[in-house]
């Protein structure tokens, strides 16, 4: 079955960095465009970034634009973000996501939390 299990989340001061990584089996990886969402406390959840199946195309949130990269490693069945700059108001838990077939699956989520 579809497993995406996420990791790299922790505490950070502002302006620090944090890389993530979403591990996927279970599927044809490298069929799929994929995505990194977060639900920030008293938030409805957003989506950060997404990648097409084969990298060459990726798409950010306005919030994080030029802060954040999303890359994948088709070959690891792996997809990252690196998160530098950050702030306060990227606290939250992220989330890795597939849609297959009109179906969402998620990731346990990594808490990812700045302060200072």
């Known amino acids: 079955q579809v497993q995406l299990v996420e990791s790299g989340g922790g505490l950070v001061q502002p302006g620090g960095s944090l890389r993530l990584s979403c591990a996927a089996s279970g599927f044809s990886f490298s069929d799929y465009a994929m995505s990194w969402y977060r639900r920030a406390p008293w938030k409805e959840r957003e989506l950060v970034a997404r990648?097409?199946?084969?990298?060459?195309?990726?798409t950010y949130a306005d919030s994080v634009k030029g802060r954040f990269t999303i890359s994948r490693d088709n070959a690891k069945n792996t997809m990252y973000l690196q998160m530098n700059s950050l702030e306060p108001e990227d606290t939250a838990v992220y989330y890795c996501n597939v849609r297959r077939f009109y179906v969402d699956y998620w990731g346990q989520g990594t808490q990812v939390t700045v302060s200072s």
């Open positions: 990648i097409t199946s084969t990298g060459g195309t990726t």
